[in-house]
């Protein structure tokens, strides 16, 4: 099994594990100034896709500027339901 500091994960491991890939790393948001959420849509690959963005400072044009996005992928679309109080989408 890999450690969490980097390891390398044979092609056994990875396919039951879930994974992250850093395309680009943030902690913490600050100043957020929009959050949406995408559909749920499938990708080329025939998986179930559904992004996250943020935006935040600067305003650009009267919009605020994208920050970061993430973007969850799976095999089953009821996965990437988001429940949050009061809500279900």
């Known amino acids: 099994m890999a450690s969490g500091r980097g390891g390398l994960i044979s092609p056994n491991e990875r396919n039951s594990m879930s994974a992250i890939n850093l395309l680009q790393q943030k902690m913490e948001v600050v100043d957020a100034r929009k959050i949406t959420v995408s559909d749920i849509?499938?990708?080329?690959?025939?998986?179930?896709v559904r992004s996250i963005r943020i935006f935040g400072d600067p305003t650009v044009s009267g919009s605020p500027a994208p920050f970061i996005e993430v973007v969850c992928r799976s095999a089953n679309k009821i996965d990437l339901e988001i429940q949050a109080p009061g809500f279900k989408f």
Do not use: E, I, P, Y
């Not at 849509?41 to 179930?48: A, C, F, H, S, Y």
């Open 41 to 48: 849509v499938l990708d080329t690959d025939g998986n179930q």
